[in-house]
């Protein structure tokens, strides 16, 4: 149980376009949804929280314009990395808690992103 | 403010145990986590121990919580070189946040 997925698992794209990446819930409802940024062997840098219908909290230094976060239901986020730069390229990984899981956070897979 | 420290890397042997130890900063922490990232994957949840419990076993995993310390650690009982990864501690702080270490890198020699 608690399966978290990720799509794509992997993009390339051009410097300007813009980049959607979808997280799921595969297996429970997702109450809280989170989207962290790794750099090579670092660790997960927290971008936001976003809460099933609202808002997402962004955490200081995150451009809210640039990484739009979508939490439109239970099972599935979005976040788009808007405009993108060579200087966006990194694992985006996301991570969901949800009722009775004990705070849990139960990771997606990752997506590589580049920018050329 | 809230951190969690972990050594960087650990090298053992193919047989032998492994201790990986993290130290965190929150005395008001309700859950510590140990989780695994390979390679190019996400991490993958591997245990986690409530703040009020001192130790737990699951096979081959011990973890041990030195809360007057604020000490935890993970031991992985003949380290086989499938184990060869990235190790995260977390503590979900009285915040209800979640703060993660760097990550301990484990070298398996065979």
């Known amino acids: 149980g608690a399966v978290v997925s990720q799509h794509p698992s992997r993009v390339i794209c051009k410097s300007g376009t813009s980049v959607k990446i979808e997280c799921r819930s595969l297996d429970f409802q997702a109450t809280t949804m989170f989207w962290y940024r790794q750099f090579p062997k670092q660790s997960l840098m927290l971008m936001a929280t976003?809460?099933?219908?609202?808002?997402?909290?962004?955490e200081q230094g995150v451009e809210k314009d640039k990484f739009l976060i979508n939490h439109a239901s239970l099972t599935l986020s979005t976040l788009t990395v808007t405009s993108a730069h060579p200087e966006d390229s990194s694992f985006y990984i996301c991570?969901?808690?949800?009722?009775?899981?004990?705070?849990?956070?139960?990771f997606g897979p990752g997506t590589r992103l580049t920018v050329l | 403010g809230e951190d969690v420290e972990q050594s960087l890397f650990l090298s053992v042997r193919e047989g032998d145990s492994s201790v990986i130890n993290c130290t965190y900063t929150d005395s008001s922490s309700t859950y510590l986590y140990w989780y695994k990232q390979e390679p190019g994957a996400g991490l993958q949840l591997l245990t986690y121990i409530f703040s009020n419990m001192d130790m737990k076993q699951d096979q081959r995993l011990t973890v041990l919580l030195n809360k007057k310390d604020k000490h935890l650690s993970l031991r992985i009982a003949d380290t086989q070189t499938g184990d060869s990864a990235i190790y995260f501690c977390a503590e979900r702080t009285g915040g209800f946040k979640t703060i993660f270490g760097a990550g301990t890198r484990l070298f398996v020699k065979a």
């Open positions: 976003s809460n099933e219908g609202s808002k997402a909290t962004y």
């Open positions: 991570s969901a808690t949800g009722q009775g899981l004990t705070d849990t956070q139960y």
